[in-house]
């Protein structure tokens, strides 16, 4: 510790040391407190500078406590600069002696002045003082040549950062410069001697060390081998022994290094635009099946059959259950007897135990049933099926040549089952192209105007927005609306009413509740007039406010969701409004994107909006339902928003409403990009990485799950209208259809002895067995057939597998080296020997995944064989322009390469396929499950309604097996009636702008649909057809527990709607 005095001491001297005045930093370094030693009064200027110099380092110094010297540190640097005093004494005797011993001309006093002013004696040279004299003396000659004024001060440089100054005449020294300063310039400086007498030595001890080196360069020669023969041993050892250190290490950087190198072949591969052969060859092993492929493809299509079978087995249960509802209703309306309910119930849960299983199982009723002359028919129906599946024309013009009850019919069972539900990416492609293909065809010849696409019913629109609400058990609606709607259900708060009229008599009704006396107010009120009432206005504002915040949350949850929303339909989008804006240029971006809207939402979002529990969006348990408040919130919702996608406006009868028409015009702005960019998406060829290869590639033929009733169907209607579908004598479709001959029976199908001809239920028996699922394998007809037919295509993928079996054992860098290269016997010999393990793998394979008979036998061809084929193959494909000789046949090389490449996708594709179809059956299996809860929810009701008939004694004998003959409609034919008579019994009220006395010119004729439940109504006036609607009676129905007496047909025939349902149910159910 330092005293505080000897403290007080060090703060004078760092404050001197700061203010820069070397004679007040003496006076504080002579300080008694101090206690500085050796101080020098004469060295003033040189104490300040180095204490300066030793302060500023500290002050620098990141990891000094102190910012000040102390005492031990003053102490050095004055120890410091009386060393430096010293030094310059020694420095100045130096240079006076030799300048003056040269100036003297006295060469024998050289040595003794240089020995005398050097610290090491030794190195001053004896035998080198004539030569250190002649050197000094000449540079001091040369020196003093360009001298034209001189001094008498020398300067010395000491650390390159103090500098001394000394008087030869005067004697004085200086550390500051004089004045004023005249230096001694012909005299040699310090340095300038030092080089000399130093370059001397060197000299004189290379000279000598070179001699000693050529006088023993034998010796020295031996000593350098064995040097480096021990050095390169050490060496090579040691790096031996650095391998076994890091041994793991290095197999890490080779592996690396190996991986760097395959990944750079594969990027070449892969994105290349002719990659090399050398590359190809190293990655063609990719091409091989393995058994997991066989498994996984085994995997995949049991699945998709699994899926399939659910699907349809799903679709008649939900058939069968709308019936049950409906049978139920009009058995609650006391219209139809109960013997028609109990026969649909048994039929029900025959399905419900399996029957329906039993039918669809194809192992037991599937191809390996049918007799073996049918075989090739069937072979020809699964190439009729695959020509279908691949060129949607086809079926796009036969769906336009059929009515459209037919063939909406026909879309829904035989086009889905033709595309196995889209359960794969490769049918989802081809699904799309024929969505594609017929709403092209659709718009080019039906639409007249824009607007034809809203206001009508579009067949193929129609068609993808049934398959797109989850044909396939994949709900998407359920991901984008049913935590939204489920929030607006659960919501009990809530009551949105935008009518006036029902806002009115709500209030009327809550006041006479409330008083327990009757109203003054009028009952039956115009939307003006309860527009009068504060308190409806009121009513009606707080609905509108409740309506626009629930809207918001119903919109954010569509708007935030375009990734969920199905490719496919993001496409069929794309393409209608593509389609439109070619057949009319002149469109609007506002006009087509309205259409867009029109699909996305209206059609495919907004039913599911209002009746979330017929679309899956929401659970329902059995008999569970949403209440009319509830519907009616939804209804309102819906409505807003299909206002807004169309960007229009409240108006006319929805005036009331006109303060929500800022609010929809911002609304239909965020509708207008979500469409747009919902147009946004790649083309399926992109998105599905599919071409014309595709099929080749995949290890499994494409199968489908197709009943013998669609088969025998889809045969008669191409025979019916196939001249309109395939015009050209020569198209292929034809010579299938010619092939296949006339329409075949189910029994002629399956052949003889399906069915015992004296059996009595022959015909209900034929009429199952019409329903079994067969598999069809589908094969192209030209697919890689033998001989000289066979197209480019066929011919190019069998000439892609020979080269492959050949760059897998002979080398080259290019395919006409190799194939001009004869093969030696080692290559021949490993040929074969990789051919024998793929007949090996292939001979594992299932039935419907083994190679071509033709393939087969290329495989086994020698190796010099396969060449001459190839070289054969290779010049007939350049006569069809598939190869060019002068690029050394690269083409067929890029088509190997990206069959490479689409081998590694379909497997990944393949592997998201088997979970996908895993998901999927999972969620089909829960709707069946649900189907099944409501199957024993009505069994327990149909059985309560038996138990109370036996109560009553009823008159009637009802049948419990359920086998007894249901009535079911009573009449199939037309009922006909006249406005007159119908005005007569009361249904109708009346007819706009037309006299009672003009009804007799009026018919109607009402007709059962094939839907049970759908009546068609034809007009007729004076005899001439004028219009036609549809009635359903589950509307009907509704409309009168709503209490709605009266109903509009045709916008202008009034109708009484509980006599309608009476005259319905008389004629047409009986009572």
């Known amino acids: 510790m330092h005293s505080f005095p000897g403290i007080v001491a060090v703060g004078h001297i760092n404050e001197a040391i700061d203010e820069g005045n070397p004679l007040k930093t003496l006076d504080t370094l002579l300080l008694p407190t101090a206690k500085i030693k050796n101080v020098d009064p004469d060295y003033a200027q040189h104490y300040q500078d180095v204490l300066y110099h030793a302060k500023s380092q500290k002050l620098m110094d990141s990891e000094s406590v102190s910012k000040v010297l102390w005492l031990d540190e003053i102490q050095h640097a004055v120890n410091e600069a009386n060393m430096d005093k010293d030094k310059t004494k020694q420095w100045v005797t130096l240079v006076i002696d030799v300048n003056q011993c040269l100036e003297k001309e006295k060469p024998s006093d050289i040595l003794s002045v240089l020995k005398s002013s050097m610290s090491n004696t030794n190195d001053v040279i004896p035998e080198c003082a004539d030569k250190y004299y002649d050197a000094l003396a000449k540079a001091k000659e040369n020196k003093s040549e360009s001298v034209s004024t001189e001094g008498s001060w020398l300067k010395f440089s000491l650390q390159d950062k103090y500098e001394y100054y000394y008087n030869i005449d005067s004697k004085e020294s200086s550390w500051v410069t004089p004045e004023p300063y005249l ?5 040699l400086t310090k340095k300038e001697i030092e080089a000399f007498w130093k370059g001397c030595k060197q000299r004189k001890a290379y000279l000598r060390r070179r001699q000693m080196l050529i006088n023993n360069v034998d010796s020295i020669v031996k000593i350098q081998s064995w040097f480096r023969m021990v050095v390169a041993r050490r060496n090579h050892l040691a790096r031996l022994q650095y391998f ?37 060859r190293k990655f063609v092993h990719l091409l091989d099946q393995s058994n997991l492929d066989f498994q ?12 399939v079978t659910k699907i349809r087995a799903n679709q008649q249960l939900e058939k069968d259950l709308n019936l049950m509802d409906i049978k139920i209703g009009l058995l ?62 086809y079926l796009a013009k036969l769906i336009f040549q059929m009515p459209q009850n037919k063939s909406t019919k026909f879309m829904d069972t035989v086009i889905f089952t033709l595309y196995n539900y889209a359960s794969n990416q490769r049918e989802e492609y081809l699904l799309l192209k024929l969505f594609k293909t017929a709403l092209e065809e659709e718009i080019k010849s039906k639409v007249d105007q824009v607007q034809d696409i809203v206001t009508g019913n579009p067949t193929v629109i129609k068609m993808v927005v049934s398959f797109n609400r989850g044909a396939r058990g994949q709900n998407t609606l359920r991901q984008l609306l049913a935590l939204v709607v489920k929030e607006i259900l659960d919501d009990k708060s809530l009551a949105i009413n935008t009518s006036p009229v029902e806002v009115y008599k709500a209030w009327v009704n809550q006041l006479e509740t409330q008083t327990g006396e009757a109203s003054k107010l009028p009952y039956d009120v115009t939307t003006e007039q309860a527009l009068t009432y504060p308190e409806v206005k009121n009513k009606l504002e707080a609905s509108i406010e ?19 929303l199905p490719y496919g339909l993001r496409y069929i989008a794309k393409v209608l409004k593509n389609s439109i804006h070619e057949k009319f240029p002149d469109a609007t971006e506002d006009e087509l994107l309205k259409i867009v809207g029109n699909l996305l939402y209206y059609r495919y979002m907004n039913p599911a909006i209002v009746a979330p529990d017929g679309f899956d969006i929401i659970d329902m348990t059995a008999g569970g339902q949403i209440n009319p408040d509830q519907r009616r919130n939804l209804g309102s919702v819906a409505k807003v928003l299909q206002h807004a996608a169309s960007n229009k406006l409240f108006e006319g009868e929805n005036e009331h409403l006109s303060s929500m028409n800022n609010y929809l015009s911002e609304t239909y702005q965020e509708f207008r990009k979500y469409f747009k960019e919902a147009c946004n998406v790649p083309e399926p060829e992109e998105k599905f990485n599919m071409d014309k290869y595709t099929d080749v590639v995949t290890v499994s033929k494409p199968v489908i799950y197709i009943s013998i009733e669609e088969i025998i169907s889809t045969h008669s209607l191409l025979l019916e209208h196939q001249e309109a579908i395939a015009a050209d004598k020569q198209d292929l479709l034809n010579e299938l259809l010619e092939s296949l001959g006339e329409v075949p029976s189910v029994e002629s199908f399956l052949g003889e002895g399906a069915v015992d001809p004296n059996d009595p239920n022959k015909a209900n028996i034929l009429n199952q067995l019409s329903k079994i699922e067969i598999s069809l394998y589908l094969t192209s007809k030209y697919d890689l057939g033998d001989g000289e037919a066979i197209d480019g295509q066929s011919l190019m993928i069998k000439t892609k597998k020979l080269i492959i079996d050949v760059i897998r054992n002979q080398p080259g860098n290019t395919l006409p080296e190799i194939l001009e290269t004869p093969a030696t016997t080692q290559q021949e010999t490993d040929h074969a020997r990789d051919m024998v393990s793929r007949a090996i793998i292939d001979s594992q394979a299932p039935e419907e995944m083994k190679h071509s008979q033709s393939m087969v036998e290329d495989a086994q061809l020698p190796l010099e064989q396969k060449k001459r084929k190839i070289q054969r193959n290779l010049r007939t494909l350049e006569q069809t322009g598939h190869v060019s000789s002068k690029n050394k046949y690269q083409d067929i090389l890029n088509e190997i390469a990206k069959d490479i490449r689409n081998q590694r996708i379909h497997r990944k594709l393949r592997k998201a396929e088997l979970a996908k179809l895993q998901q999927t059956l999972k969620a089909l299996n829960e709707k069946a499950a649900f189907y099944e809860d409501q199957i024993n929810y009505y069994d327990t009701y149909i059985k309560t309604c038996l138990d109370n008939l036996k109560r009553r004694n009823s008159r009637r004998s009802i049948k419990l097996d359920g086998k007894g003959e249901p009535k079911g409609a009573k009449r199939s034919k037309p009922v006909r009636y006249t406005a007159a008579k119908l005005h007569e019994k009361g249904v109708l009220l009346g007819i706009d702008d037309l006299q009672t006395n003009q009804f007799k010119n009026v018919t109607f004729d009402i007709i059962s649909t094939e839907d049970v439940g759908i009546f068609d109504v034809r007009s007729k006036f004076l005899g001439v057809e004028m219009e036609k609607v549809q009635l359903n009676i ?21 109708v009484n709607v509980n006599l309608l349902i009476y005259l319905l149910n008389k004629k047409f159910y009986g009572k």
Do not use: C
């Open 244 to 280: 076994r250190d890091h041994k793991n290490e290095i197999v890490k950087i080779q592996s690396l290094l190996r991986a760097n190198k395959a990944r750079d072949d594969y990027k070449t591969l892969v994105g290349s635009e002719n990659p090399p052969l050398t590359v190809i």
């Open 546 to 564: 409740n309506l626009r915040r629930v809207t918001d949350k119903v919109l954010n949850s569509i708007i935030s969701s375009l990734d969920l």
């Open 183 to 187: 230096p001694k310039e012909s005299w």
């Open 332 to 393: 609650v309306k006391n219209r139809i007897t109960l013997e028609d309910v109990i026969s649909h119930r048994t039929k029900l849960n025959k399905k419900k135990g399996g029957e329906m299983q039993i039918l669809n199982n194809t192992d037991n009723q599937g191809i390996k049933s049918l007799s073996k002359e049918r075989r090739k028919t069937l072979e020809t129906y699964q190439q009729l099926f695959y020509l279908l599946q691949t060129n949607p024309s």
């Open 296 to 307: 996984e493809e085994l995997g995949v299509t049991r699945l998709r059959e699994e899926v």
């Open 1034 to 1054: 589950q509307d009907l129905l509704q409309m009168q527990y709503e209490g709605v007496a009266v109903m509009k047909m045709f916008d202008k025939v009034k």
